[in-house]
């Protein structure tokens, strides 16, 4: 299955956008899907993540602000970003929680988020 990531975008702090995680197939056997980032200088990271049945894994530092949802019939993870803040700076990825972890599959190109006034 192929993740493609869309939606970032230049935001002035306090801002909202909406990344789409699309699927070439379904996603309804992928227990966990996760969203990831990466800021210039830092390692990725996990930001949240929710799994098949629903459980959802937030950061600590998106927590409250960020809200991952899954759409198996779409075939397709949402990540809505409420109150940015410049540190949310980064290009966004999607990806299997497991395929991640396990070193497993390609990260696609992600989706660039900027945060600035």
């Known amino acids: 299955v192929q993740l493609q990531a869309s939606g970032g975008g230049l935001v002035q702090p306090g801002g909202s956008l909406r990344l789409s995680c699309a699927a070439s197939g379904s996603i309804f056997s992928i227990n966990n899907m996760g969203w990831y980032r990466q800021a210039p200088g830092k390692q990725r990271e996990l930001v949240a993540s929710?799994?098949?049945?629903?459980?959802?894994y937030y950061a600590d530092s998106v927590k409250g602000r960020f809200t991952i949802s899954r759409d198996n019939a779409r075939n397709t993870v949402y990540l809505q970003m409420d109150r940015l803040k410049p540190e949310d700076a980064a290009v966004y990825y999607c990806k299997d929680v497991f395929g991640a972890t396990m070193g497993l599959g390609s990260w696609g190109q992600g989706t660039l988020v900027t945060v600035s006034s």
């Open positions: 929710i799994t098949s049945g629903g459980t959802k």
